[in-house]
């Protein structure tokens, strides 16, 4: 038997209305993108199209365009912390502080010592930060990618409050929302009326 959801949606609240649960949420981001995933069920979405929905206009649905339903900008790749003649030249850097301290230290110039050894940690450091684990330069996240993370954590966070009054329904939406780059709803045996209120 199927089961039926219904969505209330107002200017800064939305009602669910499920099985004999009935309650009231508040209209965030996060519920704002879920509801235009329930509405388009089946269709692919950028993440970068629900994160540009700011707000729901009672007389005026906001649809998501054909346009949007395709990645503008790959978020797997993101811009280097370095190129690689920087890194050369910090490691020819610390060659050469390499030997100055050890010429420091040999005339006991104390001073002139530390602030060598000062210089080396600042470089050894930001060596340490740039390179990864598995010695390759790591990446900042694209434009893309913290848009993807902010749309999936705002959907997380919506459904995070659907279970603290109500866990089956919060189950059925973690399981049919596929989240990442591109999301989409895949309703099952759940059938959604949407109505938009003033």
Known sequence: MRSVLELNVGRKEVRFVY?????????????????ELLCHAWHQIDAGALAR????????????????????????HGIPYCDKRTIHEIKMRLVALTEEYAE?????????AEDIRTEMDQLERYLSET????????????????????????????????AETDGDLAAHLRSSLHLGSRLVYTPGDLDILIRYCD
Not at 57 to 75: F, R
Not at 133 to 145: H, T, V
Request: proline residues 4%; positive net charge; glycine residues 4%.
């Open 131 to 162: 390179f990864s684990p598995k010695r390759q330069i790591r990446m900042m996240p694209s434009a893309a990618r913290r848009v993807q993370a902010a749309v999936n954590k705002a959907l997380v966070r919506v459904i995070g409050q659907i």
């Open 53 to 76: 929905l700011t707000k729901y206009d009672g007389h005026c649905i906001i649809e998501i365009s054909d346009a949007n339903l395709s990645l503008t900008e790959d978020p797997e």
């Open 19 to 35: 099985g004999d649960k009935d309650f009231i949420l508040r209209k965030s981001r996060g519920m704002i993108y879920m509801i």
């Open 104 to 112: 420091a230290c040999v005339w006991n110039d104390l001073a002139r």
